[in-house]
């Protein structure tokens, strides 16, 4: 999965199998999946906004589309282990309330898992994911479980060794959107509020070093920099392309919880400035290609 941002819209590419409550929703094989900020007047009818918004992009079918009137730069991502999870979210327009003055705001939630899931475990992670934005909705004092607008994209990777069954709350998959959710709603609603400000998307991972917590990766006053050369570029501290299994760029090495991880600590490949710009430039880029320009600089 390659996962960017443009024109303020969310892009998420590869091979999925998914599930979507949003516009054209159901369940399907697809290459694309977007969440694409509109006007706070928008009065366009969605499902044709959305295919000439995909056509524009060069994607003419195989895709599910969300809408929402909050900002990208105030999108989360939060990644915990083999699940990322994608949250847009404002309240200005709660279930029960009637019609809102204000602008329709919405919470859009997009799950992927790099593992395999049946479609019945693509539904039950909808449930799942639903629930947790309830909870969280709940801990932040809100009396209603969501808005009039909300929706949740479910995709997994396609034709990968391991399936999922099941993605209750108990199970692998479950507990980690689950989780995901009740950290990254509120995070979320800070930014489209004011109340944390970012120029950017907020991308955060689960981290179990020094006990399990979240981190907020921002490339302003990085410790560790520079990890790799003097004049590195950090803008992919956390690769769009992991874990890309190219062995020329890193190594499967044994988890701490048992199984095999992609380690490509060493990689160096979007650290080079002139290879992070052409990245930034273009968002789809294979690796080959990318690998093709580093031999060239």
């Known amino acids: 999965m390659r996962h960017f941002v443009r024109d303020e819209t969310l892009f998420l590419r590869g091979r999925f199998r998914a599930a979507s409550t949003g516009v054209h929703g ?7 999946i977007l969440n694409h900020t509109v006007p706070h007047d928008f009065e366009d009818e ?5 295919e000439l918004l995909a056509a524009r992009h060069g994607v003419f079918r ?18 915990y282990d083999f699940v990322t999870v994608f949250i847009t979210a404002g309240v200005t327009n709660p279930t029960g309330r009637g019609e809102s003055a204000d602008a329709p705001h919405t919470i859009n939630i997009i799950v992927h898992s790099r593992e395999g899931m049946v479609d019945s475990a693509l539904l039950e992670t909808i449930v799942t994911a639903t629930g947790a934005k309830a909870q969280a909705l709940h801990d932040l004092g809100y009396d209603f479980p969501g808005t009039t607008t909300d929706a949740v994209v479910v995709a997994c990777e396609r034709d990968v060794p391991r399936v999922h069954t099941y993605a209750g709350t108990l199970t692998e998959i479950g507990s980690r959107v689950h989780a995901a959710i009740l950290y990254g709603l509120p995070e979320a609603l800070a ?11 907020s991308f955060f991972i689960y981290s179990r070093y020094g006990g399990d917590h979240w981190v907020e990766w921002q490339k302003e006053n ?8 003097p ?8 690769c769009p392309c992991y874990p890309c299994a190219d062995e020329e760029l890193g190594e499967w ?11 490509c ?10 290879i992070a710009d052409y990245m930034k430039r273009n968002p789809e880029a294979a690796l080959a290609e990318l690998k093709r320009l580093r031999e060239r600089l």
């Open 26 to 32: 159901g369940i399907a094989d697809v290459t694309t």
């Open 46 to 50: 969605p499902g044709r906004h959305l």
């Open 62 to 79: 195989d895709y599910f589309g969300l809408m929402t009137a909050v900002g990208m730069h105030h999108l989360c991502v939060l990644q």
């Open 191 to 201: 930014r489209q509020q004011g109340g944390i400000r970012r120029s950017e998307p």
């Open 222 to 229: 990085c410790p560790y920099y520079p990890c790799h050369f």
């Open 231 to 238: 004049g590195q570029r950090c803008d992919y501290c956390y």
């Open 253 to 263: 090495i044994d988890s701490s919880n048992g199984g095999k991880v992609w380690g």
């Open 265 to 274: 600590a060493g990689c160096t490949l979007l650290h080079v400035p002139g």
